[in-house]
């Protein structure tokens, strides 16, 4: 069907019209399908224009401003893309302004109306053609458009109603038989290495037949959360699947404020200290929880996998934004929408500062009160739990035993947020030296670390150094680090026969920052220094924790079965006051 396009929905700006009358067309398909459903297809609207049968595009940023060109029909197309404004499941507006080819200015809006039967889906379109003969070729063109989303919209449909129909949008290029059988050995190679079978064999699959719109950059957590997998595990294969050469690792510069990627670097060592989001218009340090964010690529012996675009497709690039709204000065909307039940943040793109919303309906006004246009933003709040953060892997014991060569640049300080430090001594290793022998102490000490890197590593934890008897070792989660240092010291009885080494344990909890010590991936601050000196108040086979450690999420109900033993210990160097800690001996 087509309707009738009404200025007050479809309404030009003044300076718009001035370059000409507009050329409009306002399709209607009704869908069989939910409009929450329909938006997840309609978002990603680079993969909807190749499957509508459009050209790739190419794009740069210059100037704050993006800028994109294409080739259709022999003619060359320029434009600057002007920033897009939707409602999740509502509407999405796109605007370009172009300079070459055969119009000045593009117009595109699709709404979706929620009916009883799914969603009445209006496509509009709107052109103010270069000059009457373009104007023929954009009407000649119509037919052929409009008979492309009736093919793509019904496959979506179909595959909406049953998983077995094709894919709605056009099937990826087959990957050539040297990469699948380069990517067959690796899977055997894998497999023989103790990775989970199953898992190896889904990712196998994946960078064979996946769209290599989704290849280029691999988010794993976002996969892991698709295929219903543990993300640490997939973590780990995919850590392995790059040394193995079946993945390569790259670590993304990405802008806090948009996502967008500003750099990628295949070492750790090659990241910047500062990074420019021209779009935001926005200097941000590399230092902070959200501006690094740690992505897989396919290996180019199996797969080449160019980084593609049919469309600037912003609102599949903002999966976390729900409202993205252009206003010019003095403008002022009032929009309903409906927030899933979680915090969101209300912002102006490029500028600090936030209101916190609640999810459910809501009704939102946003008025420009500025002399030059906004950008209005409603982002979940939780957006960053999709990012898998470089101390991710740092935590990681498997990281550190594959990657041991990837260290951070001199001038490089990452936040890590907060963790859980833990330190092993051994008790009396002076004593040690000298009734053994330093041969003798060295063999001691050599075996007892491969014992505590293995506790470690069961607890989800990761040992960041040795030093000279101790260990240092860091964790996510203060509950798995309790539960590595009770497994350490159960390791190492007192009637142990073959090694009759006895260990003191500390931990401390809070923020931390990594940093390049001795060309390997250090953990540096306070909260490391008080992990440190609370070794000096714990004996042999006892464990003893900052008020940190045990006022921290789980850790006070997890030993409450303990016998705990309350301390004052004073730390002159880092505070005034005695600390209270919790010390209890593991039997």
């Known amino acids: 069907m087509s309707g009738e396009c009404k200025q007050g929905v479809y309404s030009w700006p003044a300076n718009m019209l001035a370059d000409g009358t507009p050329l409009e067309v306002d399709w209607i398909f009704d869908l069989a399908l939910p409009p929450e459903d329909l938006w997840l297809y309609l978002r990603d609207t680079s993969r909807l224009n190749r499957a509508l049968g459009l050209g790739e595009m190419h794009f740069e940023e210059r100037g704050g401003r993006l800028w994109g060109r294409s080739r259709t029909g022999g003619i060359e197309h320029a434009w600057v893309e002007h920033p897009w404004s939707w409602i999740a499941a509502q509407s999405v507006v796109a605007v370009r302004e172009y300079q070459a080819g055969f119009a000045k200015w593009v117009r595109a809006v699709y709404r979706l109306e929620a009916t009883e039967a799914g969603t009445r889906l209006h496509v509009y379109f709107g052109w103010i053609p270069r000059g009457a003969w373009q104007r023929l070729v954009l009407k000649a063109s119509l037919g052929w458009v409009r008979g492309n989303y009736e093919r793509v919209l019904r496959d979506m449909e179909r595959f909406h109603g049953d998983a077995t129909a094709p894919p709605p949008y056009r099937p990826p290029p087959a990957t050539a038989a040297h990469g699948l059988a380069r990517l067959g050995e690796l899977v055997e190679d894998l497999v023989e290495r103790g990775e989970d079978p199953s898992v190896v064999r889904r990712l196998a699959g994946h960078l064979a037949q996946g769209d290599e719109l989704e290849l280029h950059r691999i988010r794993v957590l976002g996969l892991a959360r698709g295929w219903g997998v543990d993300a640490d595990d997939l973590i780990r294969t995919c850590l392995q699947a790059t040394r193995s050469g079946m993945l390569v690792l790259s670590w993304d510069v990405i802008c806090p404020h948009c996502r967008g990627v500003r750099s990628q670097h295949e070492r750790l060592a090659d990241l910047p200290t500062e990074g420019r989001c021209e779009i935001c218009v926005l200097d941000f340090a590399t230092d902070g929880l959200d501006a690094i964010e740690v992505t897989f690529g396919v290996h180019p012996s199996i797969r080449d996998v160019p980084e593609r675009f049919y469309c600037a497709a912003e609102p599949a690039m903002k999966p976390h934004v729900v409202v993205q709204q252009l206003l010019r000065p003095g403008e002022r909307i009032v929009i309903d929408v409906e927030l899933r039940d979680e915090p969101h943040r209300r912002r102006i793109q ?127 989660d203060p509950v798995d680090a309790i539960e590595a240092a009770e497994a350490i010291q159960r390791a190492f009885p007192e009637d142990r026969e073959d090694l009759d080494l006895r260990l003191r344990i500390s931990m401390n909890t809070g923020p931390c920052i990594a940093v390049r010590l001795n060309a390997n991936i250090d953990y540096f601050g306070t909260t490391v220094n008080l992990a440190a000196k609370l070794q000096g108040c714990v004996g042999a086979g006892e464990v003893v924790v900052s008020a940190q450690t045990f006022e921290a999420a789980g850790v006070r109900e997890h030993l409450s079965g303990r016998s705990l033993e309350d301390l004052a210990y004073a730390v002159a160097a880092l505070a005034e006051e005695p600390l209270t800690v919790r010390r209890w001996k593991v039997s």
């Open 350 to 476: 490029g500028r600090a500062g936030h209101d916190v919303l609640d999810g459910g309906p809501a009704q939102l006004v946003f008025e420009n009160t500025w002399d030059s246009d906004i950008v209005a933003l409603v982002e979940r709040a939780g957006w960053r739990e999709d990012l898998l953060r470089p101390v991710r892997l740092f935590n990681l014991q498997e990281f550190r035993d594959l990657f041991g060569e990837e260290y951070l640049g001199t001038e490089v300080r990452l936040a890590v947020g907060e963790q859980t430090v833990l330190f092993t001594d051994v008790v009396g290793s002076t004593r040690m030296y000298v009734e053994r022998g330093d041969p003798g102490a060295f063999a001691a000490i050599k075996a007892h670390f491969t014992d505590v890197i293995r506790c470690v590593s069961e607890h989800n934890g990761a040992v960041v150094k040795t030093i000279g008897d101790a260990v240092m070792a860091a964790f996510a």
